[in-house]
């Protein structure tokens, strides 16, 4: 089985900075993209940052320039590096991870729990 967990998450005053991480642990035989989501009260998930298995990286407008996604392949973790945080980054934070457990499989989606972030102004 694959397993998802997300750290990083806590409450934070506008202006501030939080690390996000995200480990892979299980049976995986590859990882290919991997992304944070979030999804606030009253609204629906929404992609935040994007990662390839080789490191081209695409962001939501709301976030370019502010958050940094960034993965280290050899220990299977993502991380989202948040800066000058804004009251509306207040959200639950998601990975996921578009992973394959063994070759000739098929390659699935997988989410994590969440790891809430709240931006205090």
């Known amino acids: 089985q694959v397993q998802l967990v997300e750290s990083g998450g806590d409450l934070v005053q506008a202006g501030g900075s939080l690390r996000l991480s995200c480990v892979a642990s299980?049976?995986?035989?590859?990882?290919?993209?991997m992304g944070w989501y979030r999804q606030a009260p009253g609204k629906q998930r929404e992609l935040v940052a994007a990662?390839?298995?080789?490191?081209?990286?695409n962001y939501a407008d709301s976030v370019e320039g502010r958050f940094t996604i960034s993965r280290d392949n050899a220990k299977n973790t993502m991380y989202l590096q948040m800066n000058n945080i804004e009251p509306e980054d207040t959200a639950v934070y998601y990975c996921?991870?578009?992973?394959?457990?063994?070759?000739?499989?098929?390659?699935?989606?997988?989410w994590g729990q969440g790891t809430q972030v709240t931006v205090s102004s």
């Open positions: 299980g049976t995986i035989f590859s990882t290919n993209s």
């Open positions: 990662i390839t298995s080789g490191g081209s990286t």
């Open positions: 996921k991870a578009q992973i394959l457990v063994r070759f000739g499989a098929t390659t699935l989606d997988y």
